[in-house]
């Protein structure tokens, strides 16, 4: 790795390389001087992105549950990142989240604090700008009270 060399303000930059192979400043090409602006590509699964985002959901005062509350979370896919699907390019993302929230929150309030979080994490964690964030609030959460079964008991 060659570091730049500067001898005054008024020469134009060295490289400790180009010295050491004798060629004087103004006889090396432009595009020897010039530190490449990308060096490859860095792909981002689109499941690290849900991850991101479920973990940032859970830190949300109000969000019960994320992901489905019903018999559909049996069929739906299993892991870190359940309840939450996410598309990732190279330079966008976005993101879909299904959420319980809790009895009491306002849920319009709710909602704009989930994506504030979840854009914040998600764009400082990889550099993606999140262009939405779509929330799906798919039942409510009354502490205290159990769901009835919906099985019939047998005498």
Known sequence: MSTLVSSSKSSPP????????????????????????????TFIADDVV???ARIAAEQVEGIHQIGLSNFRS??????????VESEVGLKEAAIDID?????GYPIRE????????????VERMTGRQVVEVNINVNDVHVPGREPKSSRRQLE
């Open 74 to 83: 049996i069929l739906s896919r299993f892991g870190r990142s359940r309840g």
């Open 99 to 103: 959420v319980t929230v809790i009895f």
């Open 50 to 52: 849900s991850v991101i």
């Open 14 to 41: 060295t490289t400790e390389v180009a010295e050491a192979k004798g060629a004087p400043p103004a006889e090396r090409e432009p595009a020897e001087l010039e530190v490449p602006r990308h060096r490859g590509k």
């Open 110 to 121: 709710l909602a704009q604090e989930l994506r504030e979080v979840i854009i914040d994490s």
